[in-house]
């Protein structure tokens, strides 16, 4: 082929226009959301307060937690693991580019051949000699072996689509993470405090119960009481201790899952956290659109993704229906004698376009194109089913949240009656005017009141960072660095 007839053959098929590409051109798929949400509070919030959704924990006003959280995103091992995915994607990505650019490789070789002169045209003549040189030869060869295959169909580009989609998928998966994460840290710092809340009322009832037991003891004694009023008092006080060890084991339990969750060993924060802190005060919760949704959460970012890889895919898939276009050649020297590799007359060359057509695939190119239909369809309705759910676990968090503030409220009205009550049965028991049991119900009821407060209070704080993963709060974070 002369190198008019080459530079016609390059020029023509690459310049083959983009719409000869195969396969659906993507959309993104609509869901449609709710116009607002059922459980909303009345009271409307400023755009600056939803603006604190990224860095929601701090809104908790706890230095504690802000200083739990910097660790954690440093740190954490599934956030190193979600980084390194995202490399992953790229190199991939980078691989699919690749196939769209001419290859090309060095080779060289050398061998040493002896043949026989007893087959023939090798036959020996008189005198032991042969017209065919000598029976041992060297070879050395070294050269370059180039390729390109052209994209016409779009095969190729349908592939890197389908890779940036997924790399675009990872860093979604990468901030999904995070969000998850920023969570657990908040919601493991909430259950401690509220264990060690629930401590501190423990203590403060046993010394209670201990001072009511002395006293039915000193009565008892003195011939005012009864046995049955000391024993009854010493029941209760060891019911009431019989607590300690099960709280004691919820607030280690949070402490060495805080210790796993920054990346270090679990009891690396004992002392740190160890010592009592009051539950953080409850913020105002901000609460944006459900259409905001699709840009605030990782995870449906990244499911919308995966549909659009899937839907490449397929391109790849029908792109194999058609012919492949290639140019392929090859340039070296081969020469008897290494000295002689630079000769002119050791230059060898090959060069011509191709074409590969598949007639006969026993049907399994159109199978692998039903393959990728269903595929993008699965990934259709997971998307689907991840924006319902986004939806459903919104609406479960701000139910659980206003909820249990009003169980707070009312539980804190139960306290103050509860220890009123306490005050005027240990009174009229010292005075002669009731009877112990009174004293020991009234202990009972304000226990239970004050216990359930910490409870409330710690399922409050917990509802309230469910909202903030719920809205997908939190994700903003540095890129991934290249490798």
């Not at 390059?10 to 993104?28: E, F, H, K, M, N």
């Not at 990505?93 to 051949?113: F, M, N, W």
Request: aromatic residues 6%.
């Amino acid at each position: 082929m002369t190198r008019h007839a080459l530079a016609f053959v390059v020029v023509a098929l690459a310049s083959i226009d983009a719409s000869c590409a195969v396969g659906p051109r993507y959309t993104p798929p609509h869901v449609a959301a709710p116009a607002a949400w059922h459980e909303a509070p009345a009271a409307a919030i400023s755009d600056a307060d939803r603006a604190s959704l990224e860095r929601w924990w701090t809104t908790f006003h706890d230095t504690q937690l802000d200083d739990l959280v910097a660790r954690a995103i440093d740190g954490n091992l599934d956030l190193k693991i979600a980084a390194a995915r995202v490399r992953e994607a790229r190199a991939a990505r980078g691989i699919a580019e690749s196939a769209a650019l001419p290859q090309a490789d060095a080779t060289g070789q050398y061998s040493r051949a002896r043949r026989s002169n007893a087959v023939p045209p090798f036959t020996a003549i008189a005198g032991g000699s042969s017209p065919f040189g000598s029976r041992t030869q060297n070879v050395f060869e070294a050269g370059f072996d180039a390729g390109w295959e052209i994209d016409i169909f779009g095969g190729v580009r349908h592939d890197v689509e389908a890779a940036t989609a997924q790399v675009q998928a990872a860093e979604e998966g990468r901030r999904d993470v995070l969000v998850t994460l920023l969570a657990d840290v908040a919601r493991n710092y909430a259950e401690l405090r509220g264990a060690q809340r629930q401590l501190d009322i423990l203590g403060a009832t046993v010394e209670s119960q201990r001072e009511s037991l002395a006293i039915a003891k000193a009565r008892f004694e003195a011939g005012l009481g009864t046995a049955l009023d000391v024993e009854r008092a010493d029941g209760l006080l060891d019911t009431t201790m019989s607590r300690q060890p099960e709280l004691e084991r919820t607030a280690k339990h949070a402490i060495y899952r805080l210790g796993v969750l920054i990346g270090q060993e679990p009891a690396s924060l004992a002392a740190m956290l160890e010592p009592p802190r009051p539950i953080p005060p409850q913020p105002p919760l901000p609460v944006t659109l459900p259409s905001e949704l699709l840009s605030r959460r990782p995870d449906l970012r990244r499911a919308e993704r995966d549909v659009a890889a899937a839907t490449a895919r397929i391109g790849v898939a029908r792109a194999d229906l058609f012919p492949r276009f290639s140019i392929t050649g090859t340039f070296g020297r081969r020469s008897e004698d290494a000295g002689d590799l630079g000769s002119g007359a050791s230059q060898f060359w090959f060069f011509g376009p191709g074409v590969r057509w598949p007639i006969l695939s026993g049907g399994r190119i159109r199978a692998n194109i039903r393959v990728q239909d269903a595929r993008q369809e699965q990934a259709v309705r997971q998307y689907e089913k991840t924006m319902l759910t986004a939806v459903e676990e919104v609406e479960d968090a701000l139910l659980s949240q206003s909820r249990e503030t009003r169980r707070v409220d009312v539980l804190r009205a139960s306290v103050s009656a509860n220890r009123r009550a306490l005050d005027l049965a240990t009174e009229r028991y010292t005075s002669g005017l009731e009877n112990f049991l009174s004293v020991l119900d009234a202990q009972r009821a304000l226990y239970a009141a004050e216990d359930g407060l910490a409870q409330s209070e710690t399922i409050a704080m917990v509802s309230a960072i469910a909202v903030y993963k719920a809205l997908g709060g939190g994700w903003t974070m540095e890129p991934v660095p290249p490798m």
